[in-house]
């Protein structure tokens, strides 16, 4: 599996998971509600999950050399150990996000929006590394 393969990967879970699946009501309560924060994370878990189980099927199809049954249980663990990242993360950049919001000052809250995807992708990739490996 090359860099490239896994960067396309990373990219597209976390934008369907951290934006297509994130309901205004969510994006707007997550900084107010542990509840929402923790239904937020657990859609994302559950994305970054899925996605990973339809990666490791496809490359099964493509290659047939057993990567599903190699690595669905290491995929399993790097969608826990980033739901628990993104829970954290999350919960200190939307008090930020939210505050910003309220007051207008939307340099401010776009600049912490794109802090928040960085932190994200970062985390992503550092934690594939350690735990899949490239």
């Known amino acids: 599996m090359n860099f490239l393969m896994v960067a396309i990967f990373i990219f597209i879970i976390h934008y369907i998971g951290d934006w297509l699946l994130q309901s205004r009501k969510v994006a707007d309560n ?15 878990c559950l994305t ?30 790097w969608s826990e150990v980033n739901m628990i990242f993104h829970t954290i993360q999350d919960k200190i950049t939307s008090r930020y996000t939210s505050r910003f919001y ?27 590394q350690l735990i899949i490996g490239f």
């Open 30 to 44: 997550k900084s107010k509600s542990l509840n929402m924060l923790l239904y937020h994370a657990n859609i994302y």
């Open 48 to 77: 970054l999950f899925v996605g990973s189980l339809l990666w490791c099927i496809s490359w099964d199809i493509i290659l047939g050399n057993g990567y599903f049954s190699i690595f669905c249980p290491v995929f399993i663990w």
């Open 102 to 128: 309220r007051r207008k000052d939307y340099k401010k809250f776009f600049d912490i929006i794109g802090l928040d995807s960085m932190l994200h992708y970062i985390t992503l990739f550092v934690t594939y």
